[in-house]
């Protein structure tokens, strides 16, 4: 900084050069703070030639000069442009070779969009919390409404979409049309005295909330809390159709049903009258289809039962029982002939046992067993007695015989 | 042959012998006699089911001449 400047004394007047004054004043710029200053975005010149971008800050009625470190304003993102609401952060500063003043910048951010989306993101979770926008709460739309409620903006193209669009898919469909301020201040308490007019109509079955594209702050009106409020009361169903198919403001997700465009509501809240004409005409084919096909299945399931042995031949019950009757008798003669088998086949098998171990093959061989009185088996020609009698077992019979010589 | 005991019964003790002879623990003595008995019933029940065969032939070709005459 330069040396504080030294007036010169005429008499008792202290007179200070302009250059002295111009640094006097720069000086005790110098000395404030830094600050943050809002307004509107006008007047950028940017050239390569430069190191400095001139810009002006506008506000109701008030405009301020600034620049900005070409280098440092080339960083900022996204970059500025004309009409951009920003917040500047920077100070004073009096260029003294011409005695401008100017507001030197150091950074500068875009204040509207991100300030705006964060005030709507406040009241959506707000809104989320308290259940506004869950899904038991959406109301059914109507298959056919009577009357259709119709919030827009005057002679609008949302309203001309709509209108033309639903009229095409089903000519009866009948509008009450209340037209209201869909942008700047007082449009969210204009569309939601409109919503509340509708929804107060009994004869109104639907109401479409219609509106163009825009920016972000030109739909702010359909993120407004209280409209989003009256909207989630409305006793009447209710389409928003704001903006393009990307937009998507608060109304959208507590309304009950979202259309992208105003076209697509139109679609929404009526048939289309020729594809639901063809589609009765195919319901009452099907119905023709599904009759003759009963009847038909109907008389063939008759012939089939008159076809059946009992209707075309009145004797075949009794040729059946005859043939089961027959049947009975054969198994019964085959019966003893089995049973008879089985008991052979049964003592067969004892007798062969018995003659396994029975001595009846040794006897075959032409060996006999004597035995005593008693019936014992005689080993030693010392354990009988010249005349006693004793049976000899042949292979055949036995027989009686009396000892007459014993040679021990 | 009447008064003697039935098919069943008879059978019932041929197979009663000839298992008392399998387990061996007969004397010889004894052994012979149950031989004797075991051969003395199969030729009782031999009869006996001869007898049934013969009756129930003769029965089977009654019931076809029944039948071949209508």
Known sequence: MNAKPTPTTYGDRAVYTVAGFNQGVADWLGRLGNVWVEGELSELKRTDRWGLVYFCLKDDGAILQGSMQRERFDKIQPPPVAGDRVHAFGRGELWQRKGEFRFRAYAIEQFGLGQLLRRIEEVRLRLAQEGLFAAERKLPLPFLPGLVGLVCGSDAAAKRDVVETATARHPAVRFRIVEAAVQGAGAAAAVTAALRALDADPAVDVIVLARGGGSVEDLLAFSDEGLCRAVAECRTPVVSAIGHEQDMPLVDVVADVRAGTPSLAAKLIVPDHAAVGAELDALLARAGRALEGRATHARRHLQLLVARPAFADPHSWITARRARLDGASASLRRLPGLRLERETARLRNAHDRLRLLGPAATLERGYAIVQDDAGAVVRDAAGVTVGERVGVRLATGRLGARVEEVQP | ?70
Request: aromatic content about 2%; glycine content about 6%; some cysteine.
């Open chain 2, 1 to 70: 042959m009447s008064a003697g005991p039935s098919f069943e019964q008879a059978r019932d003790e041929l197979e009663q012998i000839v298992r008392k002879l399998e387990d061996g623990n007969t004397t010889l003595d004894e052994a012979i006699g149950l031989w004797e008995r075991g051969e003395q019933l199969h030729a009782l029940c031999r009869a006996q089911l001869d007898q049934a065969e013969a009756r129930v032939a003769e029965l089977l070709r009654r019931m076809d001449d029944a039948a071949d005459k209508p």
